[in-house]
């Protein structure tokens, strides 16, 4: 078993991973959660996979658990959902004292994350996740959020979970497009932190424990720096500014966000490129790992849909926009551009 401890003082908590771990899930809750009650969250796809196996397993360990199945998709992670969430828990009878579970990808992270930070102002959170984008990144890090018709993501909370287990065998079920997708998070994560990662996701089948370890090990120890997401951390955000804005011009159903932060990450490049920076051993090192996970290289975009999205962007302030560039492989940088600069490199 690989296991990282995210090093928050007083919020501390542990991260397992290894294969099969959903089978003593109930035991490792035990050790961190003494209550009698769990909110089980989790969506209508995977609570059929895991769900039932895990509530039972909870029962047996002496939990009364009460599940909550909410359909798949981002389409859910709303104030609608939340408020359905927020009353449930009250009509079940929670308390305080007792915690949620959230098994599912990153949608069931973030929704289950928040209203276990705001109920009761404050409730114990385990984290389950079961896409890779949610095991090498969402669960850790303590964000959580709903979205609102205006953008993503955008009434939420810093709330740390009390545990995070990892199952990389729940991997096996999910769909290829999906994995890819986490795939482009990890090589992200290879870019700003940690050039191992690279050499893993390059080999014919890398070792998915490994990889979920290094990317969080790397998570883990810009979110111990930066917990609230006000420097260190910003590096994390490589191909994310223009990710976002690719994500919202295709109505946030037409791309999956990793597939976004691929192009995104592509895109930037060509902007270093212009600001005369030399890339051309990381465009060679990233484009060729894009292609093996099956990633577009580029999105097509107006400048009107770069105009009209980017100003959106949370990194955007006083007209300047904090971008995140690479290099050299496993360093990022921070530059502050003005927009309108950033638009006429984009345009060309
Ligand atoms: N909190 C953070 O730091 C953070 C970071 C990155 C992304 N996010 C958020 O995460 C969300 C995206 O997460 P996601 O990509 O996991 O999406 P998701 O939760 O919608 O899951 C994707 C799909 O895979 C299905 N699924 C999940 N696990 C499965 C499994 N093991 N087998 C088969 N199917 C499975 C789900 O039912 C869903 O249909 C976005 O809302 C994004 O904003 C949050
Ligand atoms: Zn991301």
């Not at 389409?75 to 098994?103: P, Q, S």
Request: charged letters at 20%; aromatic letters at 6%.
């Amino acid at each position: 078993m690989e296991q990282i401890t995210v090093a928050l003082g007083a919020r501390s908590y542990g991260v397992k991973i290894a294969r099969n771990l959903l089978e003593s899930a109930a035991e490792e809750i035990r050790q961190v959660c003494p209550c009698e009650k769990l909110a089980l969250v989790s969506d209508e796809t995977v609570f059929p996979l895991y769900g039932q196996d895990l509530a039972k397993r909870l029962e047996t360990a002496g939990y009364a658990v009460s599940v909550y199945s909410l359909p798949p998709g981002e389409r859910i992670k709303n104030l609608v959902t939340l408020d359905a969430r927020y009353r449930w828990l009250a009509g079940e009878g929670f308390t305080r004292a007792d915690a949620v579970v959230a098994l599912g990808g990153g949608v069931v992270g973030d929704l289950a994350g928040f209203a276990a930070a705001t109920m009761f102002r404050g409730m114990s959170l385990i984290q389950i996740p079961t896409t890779l984008i949610a095991q090498l990144d969402s669960s850790v890090g303590g964000k959580t959020a709903v979205d609102l018709p205006e953008g993503k993501n955008l009434v939420g909370a810093f709330y740390q979970p009390s545990l995070v287990l990892i199952d990389p065998d729940c991997l096996n079920t999910l769909p290829r497009r999906q994995f890819s997708s986490g795939a482009a998070e990890a090589v992200k994560m290879g870019f700003v932190a940690n050039p191992s990662l690279l050499t893993e996701l390059e080999k014919a089948e890398p070792d998915w424990e490994k990889v979920i370890a290094a990317a969080l090990g790397a998570k883990a120890a810009l979110v111990t720096r930066d917990e609230r997401d006000t420097g260190a951390r910003h590096v994390l955000n490589f191909g994310h500014t223009l990710g976002h804005v690719y994500e919202a011009a295709g109505g946030y159903d037409r791309w999956l966000h990793g597939e976004a932060v691929a192009a995104g990450m592509m895109k930037m490049l060509a902007v270093e490129e212009q600001q005369g920076l030399q890339v051309d051993a990381v465009r060679k090192r990233l484009m060729t790992l894009l292609q093996q996970y099956d990633l577009p290289l580029s999105i097509p975009c107006t400048a009107e849909q770069y105009r009209r999205y980017l100003p959106l962007d949370k990194k955007c302030h006083d007209s300047l926009v904090t971008l995140v560039q690479v290099t050299e492989d496993g360093h990022a940088r921070l530059t502050d551009l003005p927009l309108s600069t950033l638009m006429t490199y984009l345009e060309t």
